[in-house]
């Protein structure tokens, strides 16, 4: 199947930061190739913190995440639920399905559907209701979009490539990201609010070199410096050929 014709795509997440952490290399090569990327999250990161109140983190982490977007001309939305509590349920799908319905990416990026935290979880099965229902005519009351169809799904690396069992999760693309790692870098760097918030609740001062441990140990799998790795949703009504890959180059992993 050739390249969509629409070149828009929507990283779905759940919190600001994650889009930059899991799939930030793979948004800067479609920028750069010319695509329109839009950056949405559940929420606005209210309980990453140990010092601020909501309202004042919200305020803090929503800019930060627009500073992000802004490193590579993409536009950030959030559908404002609450850390912890993102759900699925009608009034969140109908919010994502009208964001979808505005947007009208032909390509959807989201978290896997098991992840080491629920909201990621919440997340992705928002991003795969909404993707496969919004270009029905009756879904949303916004406009149609005459180019409006089921998207191309992709599922980011869960944190650590392990699901919540602890199992390794086997990728069905890899993007490299080499030419793209310091950039992705200091989009992840306008977080710094979470750097403060992983040291002190995680007990953890190294957010920027974790996403270099998982780019780098993605990419040894295909002999990349650095690469990022995602699972296509190819179920019915989806589109089966490897968007990415075809966009960037397939890459074969080796076990030896």
């Known amino acids: 199947m050739p390249v969509p014709e629409r070149r828009t795509v929507l990283a779905f997440m759940a919190h600001p930061d994650d889009a930059e952490f899991l799939c930030g290399g793979a948004l800067i090569r479609l920028a750069d190739s010319g695509w329109e990327v839009h950056i949405a999250t559940c929420t606005p990161g209210d309980c990453g913190t140990t010092s601020e109140d ?70 992705s099965l928002l991003a795969r209701a909404a993707s496969f229902l919004y270009a029905a005519p009756n879904a949303s009351a916004f406009p149609l979009h005459p180019q409006a169809r089921v998207p191309y799904l992709y599922y980011c690396d869960p944190v650590d490539g392990i699901d919540p069992l602890g199992q390794p999760v086997t990728p069905t693309t890899y993007v490299d990201i080499a030419a793209q790692l310091e950039k992705k870098a200091a989009m992840l760097a306008c977080h710094a609010s979470q750097r403060e918030w992983l040291r002190a609740h995680h007990g953890t001062d190294e957010y920027i070199d974790a996403m270099r441990r998982l780019a780098a140990m993605r990419g040894a799998q295909v002999k990349l410096a650095a690469a990022e790795a995602f699972v296509q949703h190819r179920g019915h009504a989806y589109p089966k050929d490897d968007l990415l890959a075809e966009l960037f180059g397939s890459k074969t992993r080796h076990d030896d």
């Open 54 to 123: 909501t309202w004042a983190i919200s305020a803090r982490r929503t800019a930060e995440a627009r500073q992000a977007a802004a490193m590579i001309a993409a536009t950030y939305h959030c559908l404002d639920q609450r850390d912890g509590l993102v759900v699925y349920d009608k009034a969140a799908i109908r919010k994502a399905t009208d964001l979808m319905r505005r947007v009208t990416p032909s390509l959807v990026i989201t978290h896997a559907p098991k992840d080491y935290m629920v909201d990621h979880e919440m997340a």
